[in-house]
């Protein structure tokens, strides 16, 4: 108990002196994070619509795949990431390794079956209702697809929400790949791994209060941005 | 010179489902101009038969043919769902949606859909989300979005039921405008007073066949087949 008092104590005292560290940390954090989060959305939207619509051979197979995918246990994404860009890896040559873009790979590859998944889910639901209309309109197969992103986007805001979730927390793969370097790919996660392992409680826990709060404030901001849960909005 | 899509013949249309045969072996042709009603009781083939001709069904038997060499035949044909399927969009959004596929600047399909809305009565609805509209209103903009390219055939499957008095009105009216603009219209409707306001030809379908085909006034005077006059009288078929 007093270790969480002293690691909210210790967070507000942060946040209050404006420490450069962690305004750094926290900076990088989200720029990983949401950069991964742009990536597989942009993979995973198309690709979720793409499959609810397409009739296919195998498909159930893909589509059982992809939610075995979603458990993807980010410490094995890591290293797979790791040998492919380690430098007698395949892409050793691009020098990537320990470099935040790395970093986004890493956590892309771990979320963008999250996003995929459930926005092939709420799409198959929107394309069940959809299904007739477009085809009696004669929309083309691309027109029918940004129909249903366009029209189903409050849904999926929430499959990209929930790969912003599984990644702003994620720190297995991002340790390996990143190498949580002071000032070049310390993120969260990783500094409250190392300053557990080093004993410091209430610095650990100040970060995962602010952790916490980032990832609740960010969530909140999508919400009110894009006005969901007002009236006569779907 | 485009080149019309009527007609459209039916040459021994069968439709089976899970081995069972919901309509046909059929044939038919539609031609010409005014309104044909499909009659019949329910599980006649009514919507099977409608959605066929629209293309929604894949046929297991027999051909469906739209007149040779015409272009683009889906977009130049609609259909109005018995329950309308509208898209989460505000009312303008929904009615110029098949303007936006045809690749119309979205300025110019918004002033179409205002005009179209106008003329179905849905002009103060514009910027309300479709969802908030009621059956009568919704039906309408169903209406409105499946008249906006001007198509040469409406398709319209119960498109009354579950209406009020004065909505059903409304909606005929629409449907005599169309007609008298030139739409051919294939509609579906148990309601007997509405097929006789709008009927030029009637189609009694029972059991997935087509049974009895008339002009409208010889139909409810003499109808010639057992089913439409037992029909006609309100019995309960079979």
């Known amino acids: 108990m007093n270790s969480i008092s002293l690691g909210l104590a210790e967070a507000w005292r942060l946040l209050i002196t404006f420490d450069a560290d962690l305004f750094e940390i926290t900076a990088l954090s989200l720029r990983v994070t949401l950069s991964a989060t742009l990536v597989a959305t942009l993979i995973g939207l198309p690709l979720g619509a793409w499959l609810a619509i397409n009739r296919f051979r195998m498909r159930r197979v893909v589509i059982a795949l992809l939610n075995a995918l979603m458990g993807l246990p980010p410490v094995v994404v890591g290293l797979l990431v790791y040998v492919v860009f380690s430098r007698s890896g395949p892409l050793g040559v691009l020098g990537l390794l320990y470099t935040p873009t790395v970093m986004v790979i890493a956590q892309a590859i771990i979320i963008t079956p999250i996003v995929t998944s459930i926005a092939h889910q709420a799409i198959r639901d929107l394309w069940a209702d959809y299904h007739d209309l477009l085809i009696s309109l004669n929309a083309t197969r691309w027109q029918r697809i940004q129909a249903l992103i366009w029209d189903g986007r409050r849904a999926l805001m929430t499959a990209a929400l929930a790969g912003f979730g599984r990644a702003i927390g994620e720190v297995g793969a991002v340790m390996i790949v990143g190498g949580n370097i002071d000032h070049a790919t310390r993120i969260l996660t990783t500094a409250i791994a190392l300053e557990t392992g080093k004993g410091e409680f209430g610095m650990a826990l100040a970060l995962g209060f602010i952790l916490i709060g980032l990832a609740i404030a960010v969530n909140l901001a999508v919400h009110i941005l894009s006005r969901t849960e007002t009236g006569s909005r779907w | ?238």
């Not at chain 2, 489902?17 to 009603?37: D, E, F, N, Q």
């Not at chain 2, 009568?136 to 499946?146: D, H, N, T, V, Y």
């Not at chain 2, 603009?181 to 148990?190: L, P």
């Open chain 2, 1 to 238: 010179m485009v080149t019309p899509i009527l007609p459209l013949t039916l040459r021994d249309v069968e439709l089976r489902r899970g081995g069972r045969r919901i309509l046909g072996p059929l044939s038919l042709t539609v031609s010409g101009a005014g309104i044909t009603v499909l009659m019949g009781p329910n599980g006649s083939g009514k919507t099977s038969l409608l959605r066929v001709m629209h293309g929604l069904e894949r046929i297991t038997r027999g051909t469906v043919d739209w007149q040779g060499g015409a272009q683009d035949v889906r977009a130049r044909q609609a259909f109005v769902f018995q329950t309308p399927i509208l898209m989460r969009r505000k009312v303008a959004d929904c009615i110029a949606y098949p303007l936006h596929l045809d690749g119309v600047p979205r300025k110019a399909a918004r002033a179409r859909a205002a005009e179209m809305a106008a003329a179905v009565g849905l002009a103060d609805a514009l910027d309300k989300p479709s969802a908030v509209l009621s059956g009568g209103e919704k039906q309408k903009l169903a209406l409105a979005r499946a008249l906006i390219r001007t198509p040469e055939v409406l398709f319209l499957d119960e498109p009354c039921a579950n209406l009020d008095g004065r909505s059903t009105r409304e909606i005929e009216s629409i449907l005599t405008r169309a007609r008298d603009a030139g739409t051919r219209i294939v509609m579906s409707t148990h309601d007997l007073g509405q097929a006789r306001r709008l009927a030029d030809e009637v189609w009694f379908l029972y059991g997935g066949l087509l049974v009895e085909t008339a002009a409208s006034a010889a139909f409810f005077a003499a109808p010639r087949t057992a089913q439409a006059a037992a029909y006609l009288k309100g019995d309960l078929l079979p």
